[in-house]
Every structure is written in C-alpha cells, then in structure tokens.
C-alpha cells in the first residue's frame, strides 16, 4: 500500500465536478487520507510548479491555479501514484483514454482537471507541501 497526492483544479471545481470525481477516484479503490478546499497563492503555486518554471506556459500555469479553490487530497491504494495516473489519463485531454477523468472532465492541455503525483517521492512532498501531519489519516 502507498500514497499519492492529488489536486481537483480550479476548472473541475468552478465547473461543479467535485463529486463526480471523487465517486470515480472511491469506485477505483483509492481511500482518502486527507483532504480539503484550498486556494493556492501565487507565491504557492510557483513553488508547487518550480519544475516547470522554464516551460513557455509556466504563467498560464500559475494563473490558472490560483484563480479559484481546489480541493487537495492525499489518496491510499497498491501501487498508488502509477495506478491513479492511469486513471485520470494523459495531460492532454485529447490524448487521455476514454473513460479517464481528464477525458471525461478536462477542456484543454492546460485546463486539465485533475493533478496526480509523478513519482512515490514527489507524493511525499507534494502531500506535505499541503497538509500537516494532524490532517492525515
Ligand atoms: P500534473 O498531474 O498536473 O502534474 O500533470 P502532468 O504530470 O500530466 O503534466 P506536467 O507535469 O507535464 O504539467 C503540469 C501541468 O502544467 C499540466 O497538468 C497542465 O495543467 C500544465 N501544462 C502542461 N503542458 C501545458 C501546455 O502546453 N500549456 C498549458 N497552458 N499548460 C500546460
Ligand atoms: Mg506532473
């Protein structure tokens, strides 16, 4: 059994998808392990994104993550970071296989609905970038 950390974006929540979301993430064996509606600071999301800092769309990024709450959440299962990146699909939308959340929810590459960690040790920091020890069961 381990973690991963996730994030409905700005989009999925303006757009009333919160529970829609989450009843696929259960029904897909994820258990919930913390989570709440945040909004994240600019200062915030260009620390959670420093990855992409370089990337040509790392304004558009931190724009769009800051512009309205998301709920965080750190989710438990086998095998959780390659299973649950599986089952919101590729970061494009139009690539994501059918039946993904981002296939069902996300409108474009950049408005995508859903984060999920990329690696075990990204999960780790991602989950305590959010979340302090008391809100994690
Ligand atoms: P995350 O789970 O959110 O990390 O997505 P990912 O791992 O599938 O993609 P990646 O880490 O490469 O990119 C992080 C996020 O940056 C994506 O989920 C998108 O929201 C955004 N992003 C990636 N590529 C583009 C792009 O070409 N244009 C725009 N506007 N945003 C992008
Ligand atoms: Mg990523």
């Not at 990146?85 to 981002?102: D, Q």
């Not at 859903?114 to 008391?134: L, Q, T």
Request: charge should be negative.
């Amino acid at each position: 059994t381990n973690r991963t950390f996730t994030m409905l974006k700005p989009d999925a929540v303006e757009k009333g998808h919160i529970g829609a979301i989450l009843e696929q993430i259960n029904a897909s064996g994820f258990r919930i392990v913390a989570m709440k509606l945040t909004q994240m600071t600019k200062n915030d999301a260009e620390t959670f994104y420093a990855v992409h800092k370089e990337r040509p769309f790392f304004g558009e990024l931190v724009e769009f993550m800051t512009r309205g709450p998301i709920v965080a959440a750190i989710l438990e299962k086998e095998n959780a970071v390659e299973d649950f990146r599986t089952l919101i699909g590729a970061t494009n939308p139009e690539e994501a296989a059918e039946g993904t959340i981002r296939k069902k929810y996300a409108s474009s590459v950049g408005e995508n609905a859903v984060h999920g960690s990329d690696s075990d040790e990204n999960a780790e920091i991602e989950s305590s970038f959010h979340f302090a020890g008391r809100e994690m069961f």
